[in-house]
């Protein structure tokens, strides 16, 4: 796929990857096999049939591939940017051993951006009408991520009234919130949110589940049932001194300020971003990968990841960690952080890390990182970003005793119908499985917004 070139795309926030013209979209769809028995479809957990919406692409039937994507998948234009496809449908193709397998992910792309590009988003909630069965039939999700979006986009089109609660003014989840302009714009998951507003769906921002309304007290207004996608947004940290130094951030901090705060754009936006100039990130997944090449971007000379395990452990997505490469993002593998030190002033001057070797394997079946004794060192650092992960925000679940959680502090639901302790109370995606994907949020949404649909249509009978 065309893509901007790597130095020039270091300095700006436009997005990495370009799109497929229609020749390439073309060319790329008529190598399918079109497989008697695809097991592309397998691969996709919400199991988008992409041996017919390819086969449309080729015939340049763009509405039918559109609506073949959308009869699984709420969010194609999304997903066709942000899935680990080479986990997924890309991973079950059967030309993957010829070590080409479709290009599904990017065609996905190609055909939701060109549909979007050529009807409004009121044509197409228009194909997908609102059917109000009564206007008592209500339901509350809480969080507007991608198990929320999903969630709420099911159930309008079964003619159930929905409303979106979310804590921060804008909705999207993560969507707008962590993941980088250059990697997913922010147009494009507003027009999957004008989307669901033309099909009917209601957004309530600043509005915290919880401290501004409980998951009891919506009950009380007469909503019939309570989904809950509040994600995994709670930063962790490493306990390690030094840590509240000026110019340690947590990622979720640093991330949410250049996107959704538009720090970025300073001072057209009035948020005020830090600029580093060595900037150290401590973390291996997306969200260090993301930390990293924003802080390239805000004109960092030096920015190095620091991974405990080798890179061949890392799990970024391979194309994210390529591309960080080669915009010039460095790695410092196999090691450990041990402690941050500041100046007089209290700023982070230098980071002290511990060498690391691969041991045997744990219980994860990867290698266990073991500190190599007496092996110790330095590296300058004048910002620091800790991508180590996130836990359960505590505040909707504090508020609300009655969820069962489970072990790890997440809320515990039925895997077959997502549903919690509490009756008609709904919960999917990270908020139930710890960090995990967009796809995988997005199918427990489907999952739970199914079951509420089947209930609520019994009793409306
Ligand atoms: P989230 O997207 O976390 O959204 C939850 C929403 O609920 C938030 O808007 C939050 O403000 C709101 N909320 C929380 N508590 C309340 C409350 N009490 N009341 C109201 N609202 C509340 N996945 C991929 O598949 N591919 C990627 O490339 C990828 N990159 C990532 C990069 C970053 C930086 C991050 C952080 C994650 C990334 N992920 C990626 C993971 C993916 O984004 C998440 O798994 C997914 O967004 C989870 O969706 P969700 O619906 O559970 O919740
Ligand atoms: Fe086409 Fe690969 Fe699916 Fe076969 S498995 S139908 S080649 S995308």
Not at 79 to 91: F, I, K, L, M, S
Not at 107 to 135: K, P, T, W
């Amino acid at each position: 796929m065309p893509m901007q070139d790597a130095g020039e795309r270091a300095g700006n926030f436009s997005e990495v990857s370009l799109g497929y013209t229609l020749e390439l979209a073309r060319e790329e769809a008529a190598r399918c096999l079109q497989c008697k028995t695809p097991t592309c479809q397998q691969g996709c957990p919400v199991e988008v049939d992409c041996k017919s919406f390819i086969r449309m692409v080729a015939e340049d039937d763009l509405e039918g591939a559109f609506k073949t994507i959308k009869e699984t998948n709420s969010l194609p234009a999304i997903c066709g940017r942000v899935c680990p496809q080479e986990n997924q449908c890309e991973g079950s193709c059967k030309l993957r051993k010829t070590g080409k397998p479709i290009a599904i992910g990017r065609l996905e792309r190609f055909v939701a951006d060109n549909y979007y590009a050529q009807n409004s988003c009121e044509a197409i909630a228009g194909d997908e009408a609102c059917r109000l069965i009564d206007e008592d039939l209500r339901v509350a999700v809480i969080g507007s991520g991608p198990s929320s979006l999903t969630a709420a986009g099911y159930l309008s089109t079964r003619g159930i009234k929905v409303s979106v609660f979310e804590a921060l003014h804008e909705p999207g989840g993560v969507l707008v919130y962590g993941i980088p302009e250059f990697r997913l714009p922010k147009s494009v998951v507003h027009t999957e949110i004008e989307t669901l507003k033309a099909q009917g769906v209601e957004f309530v921002c600043n509005h915290v589940g919880g401290p501004t309304s409980g998951i009891s007290e919506l009950m009380d207004k007469g909503y019939k049932a309570v989904f809950i996608g509040a994600g995994a947004g709670l930063p962790k940290f490493l306990g390690l001194s030094g840590e509240n130094l000026i110019g340690v951030y947590s990622a979720n901090e640093y991330l949410t300020r250049v996107n959704l705060m538009r720090g970025y754009r300073f001072p057209e936006f009035d948020t005020p971003v830090p600029r580093g100039k060595k900037v150290v990130v401590l973390g291996g997944g997306n969200v260090a990968m993301d930390a990293a090449r924003t802080a390239l971007r805000l004109g960092a000379e030096e920015v190095k990841v620091v991974y405990r395990r080798t890179q061949g452990e890392m799990p970024a997505r391979r194309e994210e960690l390529e591309h960080a490469l080669e915009e010039g993002v460095k790695l410092e593998i196999l090691s450990s952080p041990l402690e941050f030190t500041g100046d007089e002033q209290g700023n982070l001057c230098s980071l002290r890390l511990q060498r690391m070797e691969l041991g045997p394997e744990d219980a994860s079946g990867r290698c266990k990182p073991i500190p190599v004794s007496g092996d110790e060192f330095e590296i300058d650092a004048d910002m620091a970003v800790i991508a180590v992960g996130t836990g359960p925000n505590p505040v909707l679940i504090n508020s609300s005793p009655e969820l069962k959680l489970n072990e790890r502090g997440y809320i515990q639901v039925d895997p077959h119908t997502g549903e919690t302790s509490m009756p008609m109370v709904f919960a999917g995606g990270d908020i139930v499985t710890g960090a995990a994907t967009v796809v995988l949020a997005m199918g427990a949404g489907r999952r739970a917004a199914r079951e509420i649909a089947r209930r609520l249509k019994k009793d409306a009978d």
